[in-house]
């Protein structure tokens, strides 16, 4: 496993919509590898392909129990992942990005989401989740759709200045 260059916002790729995998071989095992090493050492709880320069559509995510810090957290990985389903209700959170250090902005996401797609080998998966894991899979799922989460932000800041002082 290799960890990888994460791309900071400046690049193209991030602004495109990724390529549906077709093929499910080694080369799709080796990238979800080097992307899990990639986000684990970030450190980071969620990362998309393009954010290492690769215009696919796959995601890793990685997080525990919100309400029980003891549950060891869970590994997903997707690939050709896409949202089918959402709650009417969204919440406003705080979002950063691997790919936009240094700041931070105020974000609407649906609080719940189900998300279909597929593993690594290529069989179908649907997931339904919620909270914080639902706000990660839906920036994750935008990476892969050329979106930041700063086209979504009500305000951005960077959290070393006084709050008062946004961008």
């Known amino acids: 496993m290799t960890i990888r260059t994460i791309y900071p916002y400046t690049e193209h790729v991030l602004r495109q919509k990724a390529q549906p995998v077709e093929v499910f071989d080694k080369a799709l095992q080796i990238l979800v590898d080097d992307m899990i090493e990639t986000m684990r050492a970030a450190p980071g709880v969620g990362l998309a392909a393009p954010q290492i ?34 709650s009417e209700e969204s919440v406003v959170g705080i979002e950063g990005c691997l790919s936009v ?3 931070a902005g105020e974000v609407a996401r649906a609080q719940v989401v189900t998300v279909k797609g597929q593993d690594v080998f290529g069989k179908k998966v649907k997931i339904r989740v919620q909270g914080w894991l639902a706000r990660i899979f839906q920036h994750e799922i935008d990476h892969i759709n050329g979106m930041l989460y700063t086209d979504r932000a009500e305000q951005i800041w960077q959290p070393d200045l006084d709050e008062d002082e946004t961008i």
Do not use: A
């Open 53 to 86: 320069g690769v215009s696919q559509r796959v995601i890793v995510v990685e997080f525990g129990n919100e309400d029980d810090e003891t549950i060891p957290e869970q590994l997903y990985v997707l690939v050709n992942p896409e949202i089918v389903k959402q």
């Open 101 to 103: 250090p240094g700041f």
